[in-house]
């Protein structure tokens, strides 16, 4: 009987990372059936804008974490209005080409190549010396991006993107107060400052694991007790994972995994060791779900076009985990510490914490010490999640050192894990007087 279980549950996976693959393959398909004429006229009105922004400009200065992504999304861009006739429709979705201006410095060592000159070169028509791929990632972005682009200019959708974000991050606060989560509630909009809210909207790029994680929370939130009573959650953080590599370009997409893993705790949590268990199912099929959906694009790709993807994407893995050197060297795991944590060493950050800080202990010095501990196993599943990031630093040591400016996102999800072990320690606590919350 456990056999045969196991065997359903195999399949049932193999069957959603299919038909996941097959359907964002056939949705980027239909979007790059959309005229493109307009999306380039559209995106050559906001060139000037841009264009100021080709050095990755950051939207407070002395503040690179507040970075507005152009140098990613200009690479987004100009695959959302690429047009050739020398590749079918298939090879374009799979392999994602586009012109590169190449005009390397006398004398210098840096290749001369920007994605905001090769945008601007390929919408005027200048000459381009080279066509390039970038199969290794889905692009799935592209499914909303072309048809915004059809509509509007990327100055609108900025516009767009601020009221959007501030919408969802309403939405999810007011979700999780109708299902009476307020600590979760306060607890996520401490976190915000910490994904760096304030600049976010700016970028397309660091835009998407954002979109990623207050959808998947919404959903989990109207689907908790269906989700709950057949079984489902494993196969929804799958499912999330397989959404997150789909629309993301590797950025900071840990926080799609640890953000539901505590709201999955606050409704479900049980004994520690129980709650251990589910923490680590629950990861694995995340895992399984990004990872799985990954590999299937470059399946993809291989099988239908006779390409080298699963090559080139096996020898970018090898180079970007761990300490490889391939892109940069690196000065080890205690180095990529230091930059992911150097963003928040400001006193913005400090006056969030000192305000956290007295009122937690203002709710301590009106509890029993004794509950406290009562409470203390129930905590240490929050406290457990809250290392993920430094787990995922260690892991990819290269890509988190080089792109600190935005995988230090990742470190809001520790911010949340914290609080919400802090407000698990202060639960159902008696004190003498009413009890303090925050």
């Excluded at 959906?293 to 470059?298: G, Q, V």
Aim: overall charge positive.
């Amino acid at each position: 009987m456990k056999k045969k279980r196991v065997t359903k549950l195999i399949v049932n996976h193999i069957i959603l990372l299919t038909a996941g693959a097959l359907s964002g393959l056939i949705a980027l398909l239909l979007v790059h059936l959309l005229p493109v004429s307009p999306m380039q006229s559209h995106v050559y009105w906001s060139l000037e804008m841009i264009e100021k922004e080709f050095s990755d400009e950051v939207l407070i200065d002395g503040y690179r974490s507040t970075l507005t992504g152009n140098f990613t999304d200009c690479l987004m861009l100009e695959h959302a209005v690429y047009s050739s006739k020398e590749h079918t429709l298939l090879e374009q979705v799979l392999h994602m080409y586009r012109r590169e201006s190449y005009n390397p410095p006398e004398g210098g060592d840096e290749d001369g190549w920007q994605p905001g000159n090769s945008l601007k070169d390929y919408l005027i028509g200048a000459p381009q010396s080279r066509e390039v791929s970038y199969s290794r990632y889905w692009h799935g972005y592209l499914v909303l991006l072309k048809p915004l682009l059809l509509l509007t200019s990327f100055n609108t959708i900025r516009l767009f993107q601020s009221a959007v974000q501030l919408i969802l991050a309403g939405w999810v606060v007011m979700a999780l107060c109708q299902r009476k989560a307020y600590p979760l509630a306060k607890a996520f909009l401490l976190s915000l400052p910490f994904l760096f809210f304030v600049s976010t909207y700016a970028s397309l790029s660091l835009s998407i694991c954002f979109y990623v994680l207050t959808a998947a929370i919404l959903v989990q939130l109207k689907m908790d007790r269906l989700l709950s009573r057949r079984g489902w959650y494993g196969l929804f953080f799958l499912m999330v994972g397989m959404a997150t590599v789909y629309f993301d370009f590797l950025t900071y997409p840990l926080v799609t995994l640890v953000y539901p893993l505590e709201i999955y705790l606050h409704f479900h949590g049980s004994t520690f060791k129980k709650d251990i268990i589910g923490i680590i199912k629950k990861s694995v099929e995340w895992s399984i779900g990004y990872v799985g959906m990954w590999a299937a694009k470059w399946i993809l790709a291989d099988c239908l076009t006779g390409s080298t993807c699963i090559q080139d994407a096996v020898e970018t893995i090898f180079i970007r985990t761990g300490s490889a050197q391939g892109y940069s060297k690196i000065g080890g795991f205690f180095s990529v510490l230091a930059k992911n944590f150097q963003p928040f060493l400001n006193w913005c950050y400090i006056l969030i914490a000192i305000l956290f800080a007295v009122l937690f202990f203002a709710g301590m010095s009106k509890t029993f010490f004794r509950k406290i501990k009562s409470n203390l196993p129930g905590a240490a599943s929050y406290f457990l999640l809250a290392s993920y990031p430094f787990v995922w630093f260690f892991l990819t040591q290269n890509h988190s050192e080089q792109h600190w400016q935005y995988t230090c996102r990742i470190l809001a999800a520790s911010v949340f894990a914290v609080i919400s072990g802090c407000c698990v320690l202060l639960r159902n606590i008696p004190s003498r007087e009413a009890p303090v919350s925050f």
